[in-house]
């Protein structure tokens, strides 16, 4: 099964500051098919970017996704206060449908 | 609007066995696989598998093969994962999610439903 490795653990970051996580694939996932979502305590976790890159329905421009092959990024441009949450991304390339184990972003 | 709503918190002993329920609304049911996922407390997501709502097959990811069952009701737009032989390992809040083949990711989730094993 693919393994994906997300990183960091954590990122402590300020509203207004520029989020990076990472995603890595212990193996390519073809077709670029990988997704990343946001988890809010007692909320439905929320899908922002699918096919690595095109944001979902609804999810503001300041959300972007690039990556192929094995090395996959999310990137928040300008951190909200609402931004603040856990994102996971997963793969639909082989089955099982593989998580990574999470990034926390928080306040600083 | 798409929604999906769960069945609320259960409690159960080792050994027993426990059915979450959950209900689609919104959009066509059989259009659209339904997985399960869960997370045991303080850990990530784990996907368990999906079943394909149009011909009520499932597939499972491994190691949840045997006591873990999931099943439909079309008539009611619902679909349910069984969980038997219950280990205090299970638990975890259980998500279902629909799936969308066109995109693919998991578009819309369940609100999640608690199920705590304890003697």
């Known amino acids: 099964e693919i393994v994906l490795t997300q990183s960091p653990g954590t990122l402590s970051l300020s509203p207004g500051e520029r989020a990076t996580l990472s995603c890595r694939a212990s193996?390519?996932?073809?077709?670029?098919?990988l997704a990343w979502y946001q988890q809010k305590p007692g909320q439905a976790s929320r899908l922002l970017i699918y096919g690595a890159s095109s944001r979902a329905t609804g999810i503001p421009d300041r959300f972007s996704g690039s990556g192929s092959g094995t090395d996959f990024t999310l990137t928040i441009s300008r951190l909200e206060p609402e931004d603040f949450a856990v994102y996971y991304c997963?793969?639909?390339?082989?089955?099982?449908?593989?998580f990574g184990q999470g990034t926390k972003v928080e306040i600083k | 609007q798409v929604q999906l709503v769960q069945s609320g918190s259960e409690l159960k002993k080792p050994g027993a066995s426990v059915k979450v329920s959950c209900k689609a609304s919104?959009?066509?049911?059989?259009?659209?696989?339904m997985n399960w996922v869960r997370q045991a407390p303080g850990q990530g997501l784990e996907w368990l598998g999906l079943i394909n709502t149009n011909t009520g097959n499932p597939t499972y990811a491994q190691g949840f093969t045997g006591r873990f069952v999931f099943s439909l009701d079309t008539s009611v737009s619902t679909a349910y994962l069984q969980i038997s032989s219950l280990k205090t390992e299970d638990t975890a809040v259980y998500y279902c999610a629909r799936f969308d083949g066109a995109l693919p990711a998991l578009d819309y989730w369940g609100q999640g439903t608690l199920v705590s094993v304890s003697s």
């Open positions: 919104g959009y066509t049911f059989t259009s659209h696989a």
């Open positions: 193996q390519s996932v073809s077709g670029s098919n």
């Open positions: 997963q793969q639909f390339g082989s089955s099982p449908w593989t």
